[in-house]
């Protein structure tokens, strides 16, 4: 996976168009058949879209359950029914009293282990339509509440009614939810007013680019640089190094015996992912363990250990 089609480009998303929007326009530029981003930006935000090109399309699955960072503005004293400032005000109230040592302590309150009610006005799916389509027309249906970790909402300023903070939170969580929530806490409301996407694992925004940005180094065919390897975004993974003999079993979706193992991490279990590689640079597969350390280390030679979960090497 060393051709440039088949990397990571770390796209900052402009205010206004849709992620998917984002991706059609990086394929155009490239003239690539295939690309996937990771983690949706709605169109009032901004900031990092990390989109896969050609077969590194593959790897999106590890990707995406990254914890994020966000930069946050949030308003009081009016909620609206998208919970962003682009929808209607269905409540206000008047939150001169609240002061910021109040909102401080209600950070503190919904950091950690929370459940959030996912909007109507999000692309969740109910019998396979998003929800926000069956919102245009006006039908609300009940969400089941979902576990998300605010692993960090840090204060950074109030302007009257406006209040920027700096979030880290879980895959799959909702900080304009988190802003109509608060407001909820203060019965005077609150929407999101601004949003940036500040980080998704090894991606931020000093390394991001524009799309104007990419369009030009690849009309001067400078692009290497802008573009993460598979190997770098997936670093993170514990690594397993297999014997050379066993490359071309598992490039044809071959389940390794325990003895294809040279090195193994020093913990592992059910449930994680591993990369897998024989000891160069490039990553043959994604791997799950069937066992612990503890059980691998009682089993036969010729015992399968880790199920395939990718192969990335052709």
């Known amino acids: 996976m060393i051709c440039t089609q088949n990397r990571i480009v770390n796209l900052y998303k402009p205010k206004g168009p849709t992620s998917f929007a984002m991706v059609h326009q990086i ?28 077969q590194s399309t593959r790897i999106i699955q590890f990707l995406s359950p990254l914890s994020k960072y966000y930069q946050c503005t949030m308003t009081l004293g009016s909620a609206t029914d998208t919970q962003d400032a682009t929808g209607k005000v269905i409540s206000s109230g008047d939150p001169a ?28 799916k109910n019998n396979g339509i998003p929800l926000y389509k069956l919102a245009r027309n006006g039908i609300t249906i009940e969400r089941k509440p979902v576990s998300v970790h605010f692993f960090s909402i840090e204060f950074v300023n109030r302007e009257e009614n406006r ?19 608060i407001g ?21 925004l ?43 079993p598992i490039a044809n979706g071959s389940a390794l015996p325990k003895s294809a193992f040279k090195t193994l991490p020093l913990e592992f279990k059910p449930g994680m992912s591993l990369r897998v ?10 791997v799950e363990p069937l066992v612990n350390q503890d059980e691998f280390e009682k089993m036969d030679a010729s015992a399968i250990a880790f199920k ?3 192969v990335l090497v052709n």
């Open 97 to 124: 009293a609240i002061t910021n040592e109040q909102i401080k302590e209600v950070f503190q309150r919904f950091s950690g282990e929370q459940k959030q009610v996912p909007p109507m006005y999000s692309a969740k």
């Open 308 to 310: 395939l979960k990718r």
């Open 27 to 54: 394929k155009k530029i490239l003239g690539v058949k295939k690309a996937g981003h990771i983690g949706t930006l709605d169109p009032m935000a901004e900031g990092i879209l990390p989109i896969c090109l050609g």
């Open 277 to 286: 590689s024989n000891g160069n640079d490039a990553i043959l597969a994604i």
């Open 206 to 248: 000093e390394s991001s680019v524009t799309l104007e940005a990419l369009k030009e180094a690849s009309e001067n065919r400078v692009l290497e640089d802008m573009l993460f390897s598979v190997e770098k975004v997936l670093a993170f993974l514990p690594e397993l190094r297999i014997k050379e003999e066993f490359v071309k």
């Open 163 to 181: 209040v920027k903070f700096d979030v880290h939170c879980s895959a799959g969580t909702y900080i304009r939810t988190l802003c109509h929530d």
């Open 184 to 204: 909820q806490q203060f019965g005077c409301g609150a929407h999101m007013s601004h949003l940036v996407r500040s980080g998704v694992g090894l991606f931020d």
